[in-house]
Structures are given as C-alpha cells and as structure tokens.
C-alpha cells in the first residue's frame, strides 16, 4: 500500500506515460508517488531519457523510474553501494548503478523501496 497523499505528476508524465500500456502508466504511478514521498527527493521528466528523475539538494542524482513496455524500473544512481540492494536488484554487469524491475500485477515491495531511498540519500547526504 502507498502512503496516502501521493498523488503526484511531475510535469510531462503523462506525454510519457502516452504510447505504454495502461497498467504501465498506473504501476509508473504509483512507483513515482512512492519515490515522492520520500523527504527531500524532487522528480523532473527528463524527455531525452525517457526517465522521472529523483534528485536530492545534498545528495544529488539518487534515482530514476523508467517505464518501459512491460515493466517499470527503479534505477538507483549508485545502487552499487547500496548494502540493503544485494538480493533485490539487478544489473551487477554495471560498474555502479543497479535497478529493481516491477511488473503489472506484481505487489510492489513498498518497504524495500523505502529502505533503498533512505540508503541511497545517506551515502552522499
């Protein structure tokens, strides 16, 4: 379950959101008001990268959600240092970003979420 008041929309989400499916665009959403939530993250549609990026005033690029045909994925900038991150996320062929794939119908891991963001921000913050 997300925390209540999360209805967030970046500006140009939905012009992202427009050529996906429709349970893409609710589950990149939800994932975007997750990620809002989180004190001291703002989001910015970046169109070139076709990405919601996460930044954070002392520690910088946390994270990003890209959507994508058939899932969304949450990229955390240094996902490498991330010691809560072994066993969740993906992409150990990268030299320092990592990312948790959601799909559509999958329960989204709402408190690992959490715990990664606040370990992603205490790393530079």
């Given at each position: 379950m997300l925390p209540s008041g999360c209805a967030v929309t970046p500006?140009?989400?939905d012009d992202l959101l427009v050529p996906l499916p429709a349970e893409?665009?609710?589950l990149c959403r939800d994932l975007v008001a997750l990620v809002a939530s989180t004190p001291g993250l703002d989001g910015a549609v970046k169109t070139g990268w076709?990405?919601?990026n996460f930044r954070?005033?002392?520690a910088g690029h946390v994270c990003a959600v890209f959507p994508h045909a058939d899932r969304v994925s949450l990229y955390f900038e240094h996902g490498n240092l991330l010691e809560q991150g072994q066993g969740v996320l993906e992409g150990d062929r990268l030299k320092k970003g990592r990312y948790l794939r959601l799909r559509p119908g999958q329960e989204?891991?709402?408190d690992?979420?959490?715990i990664l963001l606040s370990e992603a921000i205490a790393l530079f913050a």
């Open positions: 500006p140009g989400l893409i665009g609710l076709r990405s919601i954070h005033a002392r989204m891991p709402v690992t979420i959490g």
